[in-house]
């Protein structure tokens, strides 16, 4: 039978396989001060003249990805160098059994030269053979290097387990003069770094496995001796207590148990007790002190207010991460124009349709618009009432100048229950809500009320909100899907709307609330003659959701243009599964009758085609015969989410070349190279991260198209001449040269028999009053 020995190797034997988990270097230092050291870490410049040799471990010991990791500390740490024939040279050498010279320290003249090559690197394996490279350079010196002239320096990138001796060529190496950083990868044996390391062992002991923190604490031992240098004279260097720790197999004595053992005497077999061991893996800590370069930063004084995070940008600048309904003012600060002179009612629904927590919602909403918004310079004052069956003002506007007693008030506003009368409560807040003594002319303040609610009404609302709007106040609707269209009857627009889909989402509708409270309608241009065409990709990979998001958007457009036969004629084209024209050019005469028609937009599904669309258009809409005007300037806006594009460059060429000037509204969270060819020479294209979104980009989109309405057109693009007619311009206006069989104005009518082969059309004025 085995005796206890040969127990204990099998043992070793099985638990020898098991491979450690990654090694760890711990700074005790703040997760602020660590991103300290990174910052500095890329802060740092070595100018001075000096060799700086790698000598990277590629044996089977360390294994490939070590490798890799020991190859991107070197890219980092040449990041820093200034690599000049004059100043920085570098070099590289791999080893494993034996040493093997990547490139000498003269081969490449440039940082990208240098960190291009230590990519290509490829990793050899073998055995652990430290004490050979030492040996080969301390034959051959540095290989390009420029002998004892300059410092120089030798960074080996080792897991410390050598099969041979090192002490001998080190402390040969160090006393010719060579600095040498012992920086360990995997499973380092640190007593073995520590014997390769410079003096002091603490400053030239390293871990590139953290890449950042190494990289500093190499160049900030090298910028005592005025190699490198930092970016700013207030950066130190600080001692900071560390821990090194490497995760190793253990033997520990369980007990004991029964076996047998032989004799001398053939015949004669013994029992006895023999000790059981069994191996755990346990943390083996190195307590350590680890020097690293430090930087103030612009944050240190903690300059982002409101709960703000202040993110630095280098040693001087930085920008904040601000709550939501802070992002406007600088520092997260609150802050409202100082040009905006209002007094604001907030009316909360308190019924019991909306619940209690719906009513606290909208408390935090208006208490994170206080904050946000309101100062000791403000000219905004402030009002609360809550409704349900009756109105009850809680907090009269003006009442409260100081925020913090304005939101102490706030919190004592009591959740009521009951009816939602929606209507009742308007009218009465239009009336009492501001005060009975209201001043009058240009002496008063704009006067806005901002209703809140989750429920639709029990009560008529039309009324109530004419009779507001009659009063000179400025309604404005924060709510739910749900309520969205009772909202926008309420407030007269889906401009003046502001929906929200959960609690965070009501939160960031502040800083537009805070924006629609300040700005005046800009308007459209109402003069221009214009024929506009918006096409909607009604596809399945945009889904009903998201189509009724654009046909809200392409609505809340609409407000901004006089829609009649003489001015902007409007058009709707949708695609899917196939393309449709919702309506042409000619077929609505008002506003109103274009929004109806808008709303009654079919959403199709299935897969779209961009290109198919756009030949529809070209073919079937922006045509004479189908209500286009000549001389009049025309656009198509192309709203998308940028599946199916990839046919639609052709045909959206075709139409540019036609006098029609295209712009395409890309939704998506990255912009398709399929949207981007569409754009065209001049960049026509708005990128839109989500439809949610679609609304901020409303001014842009109009501006577009005021400005596509003033630029100048040709009479004959598109032709207005029918039947493969001919336009001609002439003196300021055109006219149409026939195809055999064909006459009249625009070659619209056959000729009789007896007529000539070929008529000319008449001369034409340009439409629209140009």
């Known amino acids: 039978m085995p005796s206890v020995p040969w127990l204990e190797v099998l043992f070793v034997f099985l638990f020898s396989g098991v491979r450690p988990s990654h090694p760890l270097q711990e700074v005790h230092v703040s997760r602020e001060t660590i991103g300290k050291i990174s910052a500095a870490s890329k802060m740092m410049q070595c100018s001075a003249a000096v060799d700086i040799l790698f000598l990277i471990d590629g044996s089977h010991s360390v294994g490939k990805g070590s490798f890799e990791r020991s190859k991107h500390f070197a890219i980092m740490v040449c990041d820093a160098l200034d690599i000049n024939p004059e100043r920085v040279r570098v070099g590289a050498i791999q080893f494993s059994s034996a040493p093997h010279l990547e490139f000498p320290l003269d081969s490449f003249s440039s940082q990208q030269e240098v960190k291009a090559k230590i990519k290509r690197m490829v990793f050899k394996g073998g055995r652990t053979e430290t004490g050979l490279a030492l040996k080969y350079l301390l034959r051959r010196g540095f290989p390009g290097g420029r002998n004892a002239s300059v410092p120089q320096i030798l960074i080996v990138i080792t897991d410390g387990r050598s099969q041979g001796h090192v002490a001998v060529p080190t402390k040969q190496l160090k006393e010719r003069g060579v600095t040498i950083f012992a920086v360990g990868v995997r499973f380092p044996r640190w007593e073995e770094l520590h014997r390769l390391a410079s003096e002091p062992r603490e400053q030239h002991v390293l871990m590139a496995e953290q890449v950042e923190d190494a990289t500093n604490g190499l160049l900030s031992t090298l910028s005592k001796s005025a190699v490198c240098t930092v970016a700013s004279p207030d950066c130190k260097v600080q001692p900071h207590p560390c821990e090194r720790k490497t995760l190793e197999t253990v033997r520990e004595l369980v007990g004991s148990v029964l076996c047998w053992r032989g004799s001398r005497r053939s015949d004669a077999v013994l029992a006895a007790l023999c000790p059981f061991s069994s191996w755990k893996r346990v943390f083996i800590t190195h307590p350590a002190t680890c020097y690293r370069t430090t930087c103030p930063d612009p944050c240190d004084s903690q300059p982002c207010q409101n709960g703000g ?89 003006g009442e409260y100048q100081d925020v913090p007693d304005l939101l102490r008030s706030l919190d004592g506003v009591p959740f009521s229950g009951g009816a939602t009368l929606t ?31 989750e429920s639709p009404s029990q009560d008529e609302v039309a009324g109530p909100a004419r009779h507001a709007r009659a009063r000179e106040l400025l309604l404005l609707a924060v709510g739910t899907e749900a309520v969205r269209a009772e909202l926008e009857e309420l407030t007269g627009s889906p401009e003046r709307v502001l929906v929200y ?10 800083p537009e609330l805070r924006e629609k409270l300040c700005s005046r309608p800009q308007p459209g241009c109402r003069t221009q003659s214009l024929d506009l065409l918006f096409m909607l990709d009604a596809s399945a990979s945009v889904g009903p959701e998201n189509f009724a998001q654009m046909q809200s958007f392409v609505r809340s457009c609409m407000l901004q243009f006089e829609v009649n036969p003489d001015v902007t004629q409007v058009g709707l084209v949708v695609y899917g599964s196939q393309v449709q024209t919702a309506f042409g050019l000619d077929a609505h005469l008002t506003r109103a009758a274009v929004l109806r028609a808008m709303s009654q937009a079919p959403y199709l599904g299935g897969a779209g085609s961009a290109g198919t669309a756009l030949l529809h258009v070209y073919d079937k809409v922006m045509t004479v015969q189908r209500g286009a005007r000549p001389g009049v300037p025309k656009a198509v806006v192309v709203l998308t989410g940028g599946m199916g594009t990839e046919d639609a460059a052709v045909p959206v060429q075709k139409l540019r070349n036609n006098g029609i000037s295209v712009l395409v509204v890309g939704v998506g969270p990255v912009l398709r190279e399929a949207l981007r060819r569409l754009a065209g020479p001049r960049d026509a294209l708005i990128h839109v991260a989500t439809y949610a979104d679609l609304r901020y980009h409303q001014d842009t989109l109009i501006h577009w198209i005021c400005g596509e309405a003033k630029r100048p057109v040709s009479l004959c693009k598109p032709s207005p001449c029918l039947h493969e007619g001919t336009c001609v311009l002439q003196n300021g206006s055109y006219r149409c040269e026939c195809q055999d069989g064909w006459q009249g104005p625009h070659c619209g009518n056959r000729s009789l028999r007896g007529d000539a082969p070929k008529a000319r059309g008449s001369r034409r004025e340009p439409a629209g009053g140009q």
Not at 367 to 378: H, I, P
Not at 425 to 453: C, M, Y
Not at 502 to 510: H, N
């Open 309 to 397: 995070t202040c993110v630095p940008e280098g040693l001087d600048r930085y920008h904040c991460l601000c709550p939501p309904a802070f992002g406007v003012g600088a520092n997260c600060a609150p802050k409202l124009s100082v040009e905006c002179r209002i007094d604001v009612l907030f009316l909360l629904a308190s019924s019991a349709g909306t619940t209690p927590e719906g009513f606290l919602r909208a408390k935090a909403f208006v208490k994170r618009f206080v904050q946000a918004s309101l100062s000791e310079d403000s000219r905004a004052r402030v009002g609360v009432a809550r409704y349900s069956g009756e109105l009850a003002v809680a907090v009269p506007v």
């Open 501 to 510: 889909a959960g609690p965070q989402d009501l939160f960031r509708r502040v």
């Open 423 to 453: 209507g009742s409560a308007l009218r009465r807040a239009a009336e009492l809500g501001f005060g009975s003594a209201a001043r009058t002319g240009q002496d008063r303040p704009r006067r806005v009320l901002v209703l809140l609610t």
